[in-house]
C-alpha cells in the first residue's frame, strides 16, 4: 500500500544528501604519491573525490583541467636562510607559470613566507593568517590574469 506522506518524507531526504558539483573545477596535487593518496583518503572521507581532480605530477608538469577553478598549492618555503634564499630564485617561475597556465583561475599559495607574492610579481587580493604547526603561515588569494601582476 502507498503511503504519500513517507514517500514525500524519503523523497525529500533524498534531495537533502544530494552533493552538487561546484560550479568551479578543484585541481589537487603533489609530487609526493604519499601525499597524493592522503589527500584522496581526506576527499573521499569528507565525501568529496567526485568534486576534486587530484595528480601525483611536480607543480610545474599540472595543467588545469577546464577554464577557470580554484588551484591551492603550499609550495615548499624553507625555514633556513640558504633554503630560503634557493627558494626565492623559484619563485619568479612559479608566478610565470601561474600566469601562463592558470589565468581566470584562484589560486591559494599557503606559505611561511611572506614575502612569496612580491617575489612572485603577484598581488594577493587576500591574505589570510594561519599556522602550520607553531609556523606563523599565510594563504595567500591570487585572481590569476595572464601577463599581469595579479
Not at 47 to 75: H, K, W, Y
Not at 85 to 107: D, E, I, N, R, T
Request: proline fraction near 6%; aromatic fraction near 6%.
Amino acid at each position: 500500500m502507498h503511503d504519500p506522506a513517507l514517500w514525500a518524507r524519503l523523497k525529500a531526504q533524498a534531495r537533502a544528501q544530494i552533493k552538487n558539483r561546484p560550479s568551479e573545477n578543484i585541481a589537487a596535487g603533489d609530487n609526493d604519491r604519499a601525499m597524493t593518496r592522503a589527500a584522496l583518503t581526506n576527499a573521499r572521507a569528507a565525501e568529496a573525490d567526485m568534486f576534486i581532480d587530484i595528480v601525483t605530477c611536480d607543480a610545474q608538469d599540472a595543467r588545469p583541467n577546464g577554464g577557470g577553478g580554484i588551484m591551492l598549492s603550499n609550495p615548499p618555503y624553507g625555514v633556513r636562510l640558504a633554503e630560503i634564499q634557493s627558494l626565492h630564485a623559484l619563485y619568479p617561475q612559479l608566478g610565470s607559470w601561474l600566469k601562463q597556465h592558470y589565468a581566470g583561475w584562484l589560486v591559494g599559495m599557503f606559505t611561511g613566507d611572506r614575502d612569496m607574492p612580491k617575489i612572485m610579481r603577484l598581488t594577493p587580493k587576500r591574505k589570510i593568517p594561519l599556522y602550520n604547526g607553531k609556523l606563523d603561515c599565510r594563504l595567500f588569494l591570487l585572481d590569476m590574469v595572464a601577463g599581469s601582476n595579479r
